[in-house]
């Protein structure tokens, strides 16, 4: 699970990155890219957590029901 975590904050990182490497750049065209790409590393960030959340709403869910098992038993 930490992973999916590590790994959207990397991609975060690196859309920062990329921003402030668009942000000193002279032409229009290459500052755009830069930008796009940003963006989409934005994106693989909330995929990811979005992951993350999943898996841990997941494992919440089948301990909830291993708990009612158990109740009822």
């Known amino acids: 699970m930490e ?4 790994q ?4 975060r990182n690196r859309a920062g ?4 490497i668009a942000n000193a750049l ?4 290459e500052r755009e890219l830069l930008v796009q790409v940003a963006a989409e590393y934005d994106e693989m960030a909330r995929s990811a957590f979005a992951l993350a959340l ?5 494992a919440i869910n089948r301990e909830v029901e291993n708990q009612v098992r158990r109740n009822d038993e």
């Open 3 to 6: 992973d999916k975590f590590k």
């Open 8 to 11: 959207a904050q990397t991609y």
């Open 17 to 20: 990155q990329l921003r402030a």
């Open 26 to 29: 002279t032409g229009q065209s």
């Open 54 to 58: 999943g898996r841990i709403e997941s």
